[in-house]
């Protein structure tokens, strides 16, 4: 069992990975998804995963998948802090970043661009 993403559909194995999906898609500047969590979740910005996770999967109910999801294949741990704020610069988007950073950020919203262009063809 795992979660559709309310936006693009894509599986999730569970609410943490549906909350970190939705708001790393929105904070790399994938605006379907910014504007999903925006209308469904104002202050999503100030949740950790937890938190979020239990907001958006009222709205993505749960669904059998054929994917194979890491807790079938040995699991793995995302560690941290569990809090979406301390993994992001106080502001979205790369205004609040420079040098390295910001490449990197720009680097990343390219190749999710292409995920989702090549998912649509």
């Known amino acids: 069992?795992?979660?559709?993403?309310?936006?693009?559909?894509?599986?999730?194995?569970?609410?943490?990975?549906?909350?970190?999906?939705?708001?790393?898609?929105?904070?790399l500047g994938n605006e379907g998804h910014e504007g999903w969590l925006d209308e469904h979740v104002p202050e999503w910005g100030k949740m950790g995963p937890d938190e979020l996770g239990d907001r958006?999967?009222?709205?993505?109910?749960e669904e059998e998948f054929e994917t194979v999801f890491e807790d079938t294949t040995g699991g793995h741990d995302h560690g941290g802090s569990g809090r979406l704020e301390d993994a992001v610069p106080p502001q979205r988007g790369r205004q609040a970043m420079g040098?390295?950073?910001?490449?990197?950020?720009?680097?990343?919203?390219?190749?999710?661009?292409?995920?989702?262009?090549?998912?649509?063809?």
Not at 1 to 19: F, K
Not at 100 to 118: F, G, K, N, P, W
């Open 56 to 61: 958006v999967t009222t709205f993505a109910p």
């Open 99 to 121: 040098g390295e950073a910001s490449e990197v950020l720009a680097e990343a919203q390219a190749m999710t661009r292409e995920m989702y262009e090549s998912e649509e063809e």
């Open 1 to 27: 069992m795992g979660y559709a993403c309310p936006v693009c559909e894509t599986p999730q194995q569970d609410e943490e990975h549906l909350a970190n999906h939705l708001a790393f898609a929105a904070m």
